[in-house]
């Protein structure tokens, strides 16, 4: 099992950016469609937006013109830049495998704050 270490999140304001960066090692990580989950505070956690492996992305409609997916396979690395963050948009951020299952486990993830 991979497991992947999640950075980049923080405090913002409404209106602010935050880049989120997701790093695994193993090749796995070049073949498998990637994406970032988030889990807010009771509720369950879900997926955001994914890439597949020739970077085609997918995004939920609630952050759609806001985030941008994106992946580097030679350094197995995958990142998420949120613009325009909103209070809605709080949540712990993780990555992993889509579906879920395919030998990545949960991270830590990270934290990402918006408020006012």
């Known amino acids: 099992q991979v497991q992947p270490v999640e950075s980049g999140g923080g405090f913002v304001q409404p209106g602010g950016s935050l880049r989120l960066s997701c790093a695994a090692s193993?090749?796995?990580?070049?073949?498998?469609?990637m994406g970032w989950y988030r889990q807010a505070p009771g509720k369950q956690r879900g997926l955001v937006a994914s890439i597949s492996s020739r970077s085609s992305p997918y995004y939920t409609d609630s952050v759609k013109g806001r985030f941008t997916i994106s992946r580097d396979n030679a350094k197995n690395t995958m990142y998420l830049q949120m613009n325009s963050l909103k209070p809605e948009d709080t949540a712990v951020y993780y990555c992993?495998?889509?579906?879920?299952?395919?030998?990545?486990?949960w991270g830590q993830g990270t934290q990402v704050t918006v408020s006012s």
């Open positions: 992993n495998t889509v579906p879920t299952g395919l030998g990545f486990d």
């Open positions: 193993g090749s796995i990580f070049s073949i498998n469609v």
